[in-house]
């Protein structure tokens, strides 16, 4: 895998794994804009369907570098 000039596969990684903490607060977010009803079911179902597409891409990057 090339990379752009200075960055490393572990730095790389890292901000992978920030991004994968960043998703899962996404999570959260979604489950307490549903509590409160700010959204339908549909919409939180949709989220969350999008979410655990996005999560798994960021997941099969992170191990791919390691």
């Keep these: 895998m090339r990379f752009?000039?200075?960055?490393?596969?572990?730095?790389?990684a890292r901000f992978i794994s920030m991004?994968?903490?960043?998703?899962?607060?996404?999570?959260?977010?979604?489950?307490y804009a549903f509590d409160l009803e700010y959204i339908t079911q549909a919409q939180r179902d949709d989220w969350?369907?999008?979410?655990?597409?996005?999560?798994g891409m960021l997941v099969n990057l992170r191990e791919k570098l390691r």
């Design 48 to 55: 969350l369907q999008s979410y655990a597409r996005i999560y």
């Design 4 to 12: 752009p000039l200075g960055y490393t596969e572990p730095r790389i």
């Design 19 to 31: 991004a994968i903490g960043s998703c899962s607060e996404v999570e959260t977010w979604i489950s």
